[in-house]
């Protein structure tokens, strides 16, 4: 169970850090916008 849930984790984080190499640059503006958005709204 504790082997295929970290499986799981590893691959999935992989998965997440290769779409964050490919739209890095999307993914940044993207990130600033949201963080000013959420500063607005405080």
Not at 20 to 42: M, N, V
Request: one cysteine or more.
């Amino acid at each position: 169970m504790f082997n295929s849930s970290f499986l799981f984790i590893g691959i999935f984080v992989n998965s997440l850090c290769l779409i964050l190499k490919r739209f890095k640059e999307d993914y940044k503006i993207a990130f600033i916008s949201f963080c000013l958005k959420a500063l607005e709204c405080c």
